[in-house]
């Protein structure tokens, strides 16, 4: 089955600079790449997404890209604001309507 | 839009008694939902797949008969605990796949089981 790693564990950085949390896949079928954001006590919340035909997806301060030949993918914050401090998990899946298959998590903190 | 929502949001019980979630998709018709377990500080373990309308799959090690799933119509799933014990105790998410063919999972708020 599929199995997703994700690094670092934790990332501490400064209010305003950039952060990066990297995760590698191991099935070369999937093609759907989504990016959760969690806070304390609540569900998971997507915050980007980006499928296998697609490089590289942008949202405002977040982007998101893919590499398929080496089988990872990576999240990017820009411009890091104290309210990006949460929980962020990587998942994966095959195809529509399948399950997903998620990262350990990555802890940051934005200090102010 | 894509609203999931959970019930109850906590739930202390005791030993033995059973206890069910509602998982429901507040604007969107959702065929197949998820439910996940969270232990403190891990990521989200998938128990089961529930889809409208049939029995539920349930993954590797995930016990069917403790763990009962039902999802009766497009916009609700619930999760049953029978003869909850304390290592039951954990925080029990579900998700909402959107459309037939959707890809976007869309989680609720979580229940937070806590068997005395």
């Known amino acids: 089955g599929e199995n997703v790693e994700q690094h670092p564990s934790t990332l501490s950085v400064q209010e305003g600079d950039s952060a990066v949390i990297k995760c590698t896949y191991s099935?070369?079928?999937?093609?759907?790449f989504p990016w959760y954001k969690q806070e304390l006590g609540k569900g998971p919340q997507l915050i980007i997404d980006i499928r296998s035909n697609v490089g590289e997806k942008k949202d405002q301060r977040i982007a998101v890209t893919l590499n398929k030949t080496a089988k990872h993918f990576s999240l990017h914050i820009t411009e890091t604001q104290p309210e990006d401090s949460a929980v962020y998990f990587c998942a994966a899946s095959r195809a529509a309507g399948n399950k997903l298959t998620f990262g350990g998590g990555t802890r940051v903190l934005v200090k102010p | 839009g894509a609203v999931v929502s959970q019930h109850p949001s906590w739930v202390i019980c005791k030993s033995g008694t059973s206890v069910k979630i509602e998982c429901r998709s507040l604007?969107?018709?959702?065929?197949?939902m998820f439910w996940y377990r969270q232990f403190p500080k891990q990521s989200l373990m998938l128990m089961a797949t529930s889809n409208e309308g049939s029995k539920a799959t349930y993954e590797q090690g995930v016990e069917k008969d403790k763990f009962l799933i039902n999802h009766a119509s497009l916009t609700l799933s619930t999760l049953t605990v029978t003869s909850a014990h304390p290592e039951d105790s954990s925080f029990y998410i579900c998700s909402a796949l959107r459309g037939r063919a959707g890809y976007e999972q869309f989680f609720g708020p979580g229940t937070r089981l806590t068997v005395l």
């Open positions: 604007d969107f018709q959702a065929t197949t």
């Open positions: 099935d070369s079928a999937s093609n759907y």
